[in-house]
């Protein structure tokens, strides 16, 4: 038995597997969300000990994630595997790189110093303050997008008709990177993060046991190439764009080594896309299964804040982080060891009755439910945070007043994925105001 096994309750098999399986999101309602509710009741913080995967601590609780996450000198993102992997994944990556998990030089795979510096470089670029000049471009955007909704005569299925591309746009406008671009950008973001998903694997790797690292070094090494050409281009002739801020990103003088740039486009590229479409798309089947919310909506647009919060929340796009402990330390007054590995289950603390009430299953957009788990906490922040507001909250602004009626025409499918997504398909029959 480990060290971590004695400290901490043993999750059973099957909840553990509904919990940190990625096909287990593909059915979240009756999957996934009751094995939350079964732990957090349970067992908040217990060890999921699965075939392939090293035992994981299960945070499932609102107050602890909040506590390990504001504990980076504690609970660090290296030198582990900030991302679950199985154990055959992590180790193909390893045989890759010579031994190191980082496959790519992005914040989520660093601690301080290094992360503070190298997110220092764009912060200013992502405060409110800079991000509201963008407001009226993103408006002009989403009007856009919402005509050519319309235009679908009624029917769509409004994740791959309308979902993926709207935030996709507004990521590429804020790059800088030419619209005809657009279907490379998007093939790259979804191979980032549908690894899992059968359906997006590259056909020739589908069947390997090693796919999914496969394919993610593939992806980072289409992704390397795709910048490199902007790199330069934008050191020789820089712009006021976000790719002209990365690239001519200096520490000491010197332009940021390639591999820091290349990191960071990754970053906000795929951060920035799955992430918001996921909102987007598992917020318009939430106004569709509640369709009250909708109308209240609708007859008080002062309410959209309150939406867009709600959706985040009811949402959680993204699925999990970890952690991993780098000394002895406690958590909800339970021992945690150094090595200790913690998956961050942010759907699952943004469902805590302790902190949500009784209700915290519901999508509610008449109570104020105060800070949620959706963004993260810490240095870690996700810091697209205003930009993802803000789009979402343009886009609702444009979309619903014109929505006459929305339902379901057909089922709704998910990815399979225990990282970041939601809803691949949502098929909808609508009419206009
Ligand atoms: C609704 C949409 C979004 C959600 C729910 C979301 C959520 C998150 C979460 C949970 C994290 C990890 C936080 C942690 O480890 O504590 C994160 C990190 C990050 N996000 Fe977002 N995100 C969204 C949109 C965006 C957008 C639009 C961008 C960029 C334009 C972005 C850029 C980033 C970056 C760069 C990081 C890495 C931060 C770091 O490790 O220091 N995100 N996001």
Redesign the pocket.
């Known amino acids: 038995m480990t060290t971590t096994q004695q400290s901490a309750a043993l999750i059973p098999d099957d909840v553990a597997r509904a919990a940190v399986l990625p096909e287990s999101y593909t059915d979240e309602k009756n999957v996934t969300y009751p094995a939350f509710a079964w732990l957090r009741k349970n067992n908040p913080l217990g060890v999921a000990q699965l075939d392939g995967f090293d035992p994981i601590h299960l945070v499932t609780k609102f107050d602890d994630l909040i506590s390990i996450?504001r504990r980076p000198e504690i609970f660090a993102?290296a030198p582990k595997n900030?991302i679950l992997n199985s154990q055959a994944d992590d180790a193909f990556i390893r045989s890759l790189t010579g031994g190191s998990i980082r496959s790519i030089d992005?914040?989520?795979y660093?601690d301080p110093p290094e992360?503070t510096t190298i997110?220092r470089l764009i912060n200013p670029w992502?405060r409110p303050g800079n991000v509201k000049q963008f407001a009226e471009q993103v408006r002009g955007l989403a009007k856009r997008e919402v005509d050519r909704l319309f235009d679908y005569d009624g029917e769509c299925d409004f994740a791959k008709d309308f979902g993926l591309l709207y935030?996709l746009r507004?990521?590429m406008t804020?790059f800088g990177l030419p619209p005809e671009d657009e279907p490379k950008v998007m093939k790259l973001t979804q191979e980032f993060f549908g690894t899992n998903d059968p359906e997006e694997q590259r056909a020739e790797v589908a069947m390997t046991p090693d796919a999914a690292a496969r394919m993610w070094t593939a992806a980072v090494a289409d992704f390397n190439a795709y910048f490199h050409q902007h790199t330069m281009d934008r050191r020789a002739n820089p712009t006021d764009d976000l790719l002209s801020i990365i690239a001519n990103s200096k520490i000491d003088g010197e332009f940021i080594d390639e591999r820091y740039a290349n990191g960071?486009y990754i970053?906000?590229a795929t951060?920035?896309?799955d992430?918001?479409s996921?909102?987007l798309v598992g917020a318009m089947l939430a106004l569709i299964e509640n369709p009250d919310q909708l109308r209240l909506v609708q007859n008080d647009m002062s309410l959209v804040d309150r939406l867009v919060e709600e959706?985040?929340r009811y949402?959680?796009?993204?699925k999990h982080?970890m952690r991993t402990a780098v000394q002895d330390a406690e958590v909800r007054g339970q021992t945690v060891h150094e090595g200790d590995r913690f998956m961050?289950c942010?759907p699952s603390a943004n469902r805590d009755e302790e902190k949500f009430g009784p209700d915290s299953h519901d999508f509610d957009v008449t109570v104020d439910r105060g800070k949620h788990?959706?963004?993260?906490?810490?240095?870690?922040?996700?810091?697209?945070?205003m930009?993802?507001?803000l789009?979402?909250k343009i886009l609702f602004e444009e979309l619903l007043p014109r929505l006459g009626s929305v339902e379901l025409n057909g089922t709704p499918r998910y990815t399979q994925t225990n990282f970041?997504g939601g809803l691949k398909s949502l098929p909808i029959r609508f009419r206009h105001a």
């Open positions: 996450e993102n900030p992005v914040v989520t660093m992360h997110r992502f935030p507004v990521i804020l960071e970053a906000i951060a920035g896309h992430t918001t996921a909102t959706s985040i949402v959680s796009p993204v982080f961050l942010f788990a959706g963004f993260g906490f810490g240095p870690h922040q996700c810091q697209g945070m930009i993802a507001r789009e979402l970041v």
